[in-house]
């Protein structure tokens, strides 16, 4: 049972916002629904106030442009992101991640800034956001402010919003030429939460070695985790299969995964390793045809 | 697949089901759809322990707080306990000095509305004293454990020691003896549709009950003995059931109980549906069990003995564990020829909730050892599977003979030998040896089992189905039974056998489910049961009140009743076709002319009592089927050899010996669903995962369980042997192919990966260990 709350539903992002700058702590927003109903059924959290910001229709938008990259607003939901076709073409890897996060029922009422602000780690969306090297644009009634996608979980189911803030657009710019990018994740069921899951990003430099990587983990800490010294390994080299494996056995030494009914830690540690290869794998093939 | 079978009008072709179109259309009523006026609702205090006694509860916030209408605790139902039979009644309807699992039902409140009524039940103060328990076989097995039942000691709940033949003698004589561990997983039943119940008291004599039961000729013993009533005042009504599986359908809940005593005490319907949670925390679960196979073969590969110890955790109470324990034992000396056979069955008392049948009740858990055995057996020896099943399995006995069992098992037909061969040819077995089996990270394999299971279970105590087949005068047909359609498609069945057997169309039978107030008593949905004992009570019913009829017939017609038949809804001399009648004239003239009688055909089934007797559980002697169905089964699987996944194809072949197939869609579909798709399950995705009786996936998110998206489809072949024993030849089907499908996947994973998985599921980190394990062993 769902402990009593007062419930609010502004229609503009102003609304929203003097809501959230009158209740601060006490308020919860609520986007979609999908994670915080499972919370406040369990009582995990008993908000005094909802602001369910499923009305704002100002926040729902996928918009492209070759020089300011792709911008998605807040309130976007996932089955948007997945069916997009300027997605598809321009950023396949956020419609191929969407296309596994959850079920079609949860994607048509979940929302991509629901997922993000709930700070979950095994969550598909921040790991593939981190390796495009997104930003976020959070609002507050005293103004906005752009943070990376990377900087904004701070730990388990913990982000980076100021009791007053919301997110309201992701902003992912477009990848510098010969870039390829992937995302796959170990699932048990088709749309399962990630046991552990990699995003890799791969640009490739004029010799055809490479330029730049980015390697963001799922569920492989208390936050989406970039592998910095497994991106060190690969940059300003040559990538063959060895070098993609010891990316992997680096990487593992990164993580520090949870334990679960789903997995051991240990086994965690070793699918950190089969993933970072396999998809650093498949982002320089698509590197390599970009 | 439209193939048909027998030469009948209705039977044996593809019958759409009776029920289809209300449950598409969602006109289907379920019990939580159940509203009566003045309604209250209940919800149960469960006790957070696993293990703890009972000093004191305090209802009184609960009963102060507005809304609420009633408490009840275990103290008001007056020390009755209630069990599967007379030794083992060891459950109260709440508990009242000691809780034995975590979430067993305490107390319970009745309230204008389900939140009030939860918010009652969060006032209700328990001091429990917590006390240490036993949450696996091997704790409850220590001395000086922690006892479940102060008056078990040892926490022994079923042991059974059988010896037939001279097992020692057939070891040392064997060329090979193999002796391996296998383990089965606690696991949920799977049905879509939590308990539900309204109860109420239309008179201080009388109690209405209206819930999902499989079995409701249970509540109707359970609540009239609990509440002190003769039968006659219980009435039991049974909705749609959103399928059951075995186990808590047939049983009761606490739920059960507190809805009819707060529907007492308050003089209102109560109503209680379960959550997901709490079904998937306190409902029965298929028993996890350790299974230890060791088995002597010849050179050859001819089995000539088998020693099975089973270990079972039974849970906090006894519920139906004699009996599975029983079944685990007894079908070991099926589908194979076995001449020397031994059985040690120990079930032990834990705080984890109570273990119960699930489909393929017993057997699944030794066939699966069994089976997957035979194929390290064949490989140590340098057989093939196929080769090793065909050699040992049973052959079909002539008309009129039986095959007897060491164990005095009785079979009439054994269609396992043709199973096998047509499985091996659909799948093209002997061609896939030596074809590479690895792409890429995928490793590719196939597995191989055969399987058996009882069909029309008859236990001790009542066993007879009955029917009532009452002919409107205007033709069409009521037709009365004490069988409940679980989803397995019994109402179909029976209509198609009453519209075969009367010779008019399955759309003039309009079958009436289960209320105690006018149908006959029956032992209930379970134990595979339902097509062979309430078919045979349907068709004697139809055979009844078509000989009224044919009297009425001949006399129009100034010929012998026994020169008149009925067909295609037209009743006919036989010498002369052409001097016949409607069907619909003929119970006109019965119902107006004759002068006026009333046609009601009875009939009760009497297969199950007549041959050869009953099982003794203690001996481990006769038989529990009144005949045995047989499967064979090929499984393919795909395994990601470096993440450990495990994935069923479609390449899958399923041969099942039903011994008639009345309804070959329902066979097919129920092979399909109820069969590969479960056994995919069990064999790959489920089970409950436990700490010290805390379930730690009480969710349909954690406890995984196939979607459409992992289920692949399987091909279905019929193998007709046509069993003397059942209505037109009918045997059960698909819990026997329940029983194959684990062992042909862990095979399967075998022939793909070269590692035996002995412990179900085989989920992603045991195979990837394993796999790990057996790559190091290669490299030293």
């Not at chain 1, 913990?158 to 710019?173: C, R, S």
């Not at chain 2, 057996?377 to 002539?398: C, F, M, Q, T, W």
Request: with cysteine; glycine share 8%; proline share 5%.
């Amino acid at each position: 049972m769902i402990a009593a709350f007062e419930y609010f539903a502004p229609k503009t992002v102003r609304e929203a916002l003097s809501l959230l700058a009158k209740y601060k702590e006490e308020a919860k927003i609520i986007a979609g629904g999908q994670s915080m109903l499972v919370v406040m059924k369990q009582r995990l959290l008993t908000p005094e106030y909802l602001i369910d910001l499923k009305g704002i229709t100002d926040l729902d938008y996928i918009k492209y442009d070759e020089g300011k990259g792709l911008r998605i607003g807040a309130l976007t939901i996932h089955r948007a992101i997945e069916k997009s076709p300027v997605i598809q073409k321009h950023f396949g890897v956020l419609s191929e991640m969407e296309g596994n996060l959850a079920t079609i029922q949860t994607r048509n009422w979940g929302t991509i800034g629901g997922n993000i602000c709930h700070g979950d780690p095994a969550g598909d969306p921040a790991p593939v956001l981190i390796a495009l090297k997104a930003k976020l644009k959070l609002a507050s009634s005293a103004g906005e402010r752009i943070v990376e996608a990377e900087e904004f979980s701070k730990d388990y189911l913990e982000v980076a919003l100021e009791p007053n803030e919301m997110l309201t657009e992701i902003q992912v710019p477009t990848p510098p030429a010969h870039t390829g990018t992937a995302y796959e994740k170990l699932m048990v069921m088709k749309g399962d939460m990630s046991i552990i899951g990699a995003a890799v990003s791969i640009t490739l430099d004029s010799k055809g070695g490479c330029g730049d990587a980015r390697i963001a983990l799922s569920n492989a800490a208390s936050v989406p985790l970039r592998a910095k010294k497994a991106e060190k390994l690969l940059i300003g080299k040559t990538i063959n299969n060895g070098l993609l494996t010891k990316a992997g056995e680096v990487a593992s030494t990164e993580a520090t995964p949870p334990a679960d009914v789903h997995g051991s830690i240990e086994y965690r540690r070793e699918m950190v390793k089969v993933f970072v290869k396999r998809v650093a794998q498949l982002a320089l093939e698509r590197a390599k045809a970009a | 697949m439209d193939e048909t079978f027998g030469n009948y009008s209705i039977l044996g072709k593809a019958i759409p089901r009776v029920d289809a179109r209300a449950k598409v259309t969602g006109q289907a009523k379920y019990a939580a759809d159940i509203e009566v006026a003045n309604m209250l609702w209940g919800q149960i205090n469960r006790s957070p322990y696993a293990h703890a006694r009972i000093l004191n509860i305090d209802t009184s916030k609960a009963e102060a707080l507005p809304g609420v209408k009633a408490v009840t605790t275990g103290k008001d139902f007056g020390g009755f306990k209630w069990g599967w039979s007379g030794p083992t009644r060891d459950e109260e309807p709440l508990a009242v000095e000691k809780v034995r699992y975590q979430y067993e039902g305490v107390a319970a409140v009745a309230a204008v509305d389900e939140d009030t009524a939860q918010e009652a039940c969060d006032l209700i103060e328990v001091d429990y004293e917590p006390l240490p328990g036993v949450f696996t076989p091997s704790e409850a097995m220590q001395e000086g454990a922690p006892l479940v039942h102060d008056d078990r000691p040892g926490n022994i709940c079923v042991e059974y020691h059988w010896n037939f033949g001279d097992v020692d003698k057939a070891f040392a004589e064997s060329y090979l003896v193999r002796e391996d561990t296998f383990q089965t997983p606690r696991m949920a039943k799977g049905y879509l549709e939590p308990p539900a119940v309204v109860a109420y008291w239309p008179d201080p004599e009388r109690i209405v009950y209206i819930g999902a039961k499989g079995s409701p000729y249970f509540p109707y013993r359970i609540l009239a003995k609990c509440f002190d009533l003769p039968l006659s005042n219980v009435r039991i009504i049974t909705p749609i059931i959103g399928s059951d599986f075995g186990g808590t359908k047939n049983d009761m809940t606490p739920a059960d109980f507190s809805a009819v005593m707060l529907a007492k005490k308050t003089g209102r319907p109560v109503k209680f549906v379960t959550s997901q949670f709490d079904a998937l925390t306190t409902d029965l679960r298929r028993h996890p069990m350790w299974i230890t196979v060791k088995t002597g073969v010849t050179k050859d590969g001819i089995l000539k003995a088998t020693s099975l110890k089973a270990v079972a955790d039974g849970g906090a109470y006894t519920r139906i564990s004699p009996l599975t324990m029983f079944l685990v034992g007894t079908c070991q000396t099926l589908p194979y020829k076995l001449p020397n056979f031994k059985y040690d069955a120990y079930n032990y008392f834990t705080n984890n909730p109570s273990s119960a049948a699930m489909r393929g009740h017993g057997l699944y858990h030794s066939r699966f050892a069994a089976d997957v055995q035979l194929d390290m057996i064949a490989e140590e020896l340098g057989l093939d599977p196929v080769e090793i099943r065909l050699k040992n399995s049973i052959e079909n006995p002539k008309p009129g003979e039986i095959y007897e069992t060491v164990n005095d098992v009785h079979v009439a037909t054994c269609g396992v030998q043709e199973c096998i061969e047509k499985v091996a040819e659909a799948v093209n077995w002997k061609a896939r040896k030596g074809q590479k089996k690895v792409e890429g990270d995928t490793a590719y394999g196939m597995g191989f089992a055969a399987a058996t299971y009882n069909s029309g279970t008859k236990l001790s105590a009542h066993n007879a189905c009955a029917a009532i087949v009452r002919v409107c005068e205007d033709g069409s047909v009521n037709y009365l039974t004490g069988a409940t359609d679980v989803g397995q498609g019994s109402d179909t069945i029976m209509s198609a056998i009453v519209a075969e057997v009367l010779g008019i169309r399955l759309e003039d039978i309009d079958l009436k489910r289960v209320d105690s107030a006018f149908t006959p008593v029956d032992p209930g949905s379970y134990g595979s049961r339902v097509t062979v004992h309430a078919g045979e009570a349907a068709t004697k019913a139809a055979e009844d009140a078509k000989s009224q009829l044919l009297e009425v017939a001949a006399q129009q017609f100034g010929v012998k009743p026994g020169d008149v038949d009925i067909k295609d809804k037209k009743v006919f001399v036989k010498s002369s076709p052409e001097r016949n009648m409607a069907w619909e004239r003929l119970v006109r003239i019965a119902c107006y002319e004759t002068p006026g009688k009333v046609i009601i055909g009875r009939g009760y089934s009497t297969q199950g009592i007549s041959m050869y007797g009953l099982a003794d559980f203690s001996k481990g002697v006769g038989d529990i089927g009144t005949n045995y169905s047989f499967t064979a089964q090929a499984s393919e699987v795909e395994v990601d050899v470096e993440t450990g996944v495990v994935k069923c194809t479609d390449n899958n072949v399923i041969a099942h010996d039903c011994g008639f197939p009345l309804n070959t869609q329902a066979v097919e579909t129920q092979v399909q669903g109820g069969s590969y798709h479960q056994g995919i399950s069990a064999a790959v995705y489920e089970e409950f995962k436990m700490d010290s009786g805390q379930t730690l996936n009480p969710n349909l998110v954690d406890y995984k369980r196939p979607r459409a998206y992992e289920a692949p489809m399987t091909q279905v072949i019929h193998v007709i042997t046509n069993d003397p024993y059942g209505p037109f030849g009918a045997k059960e089907a698909s819990e026997g192919s329940c029983c194959s499908a684990p062992p042909s996947i862990v095979s399967a994973i075998h022939d793909a990966t070269g590692v035996w998985i002995k412990d179900l599921p085989a989920q992603p980190e045991k195979v990837f260990w394993a796999l790990k394990k057996k790559r190091e062993k290669g490299q030293k």
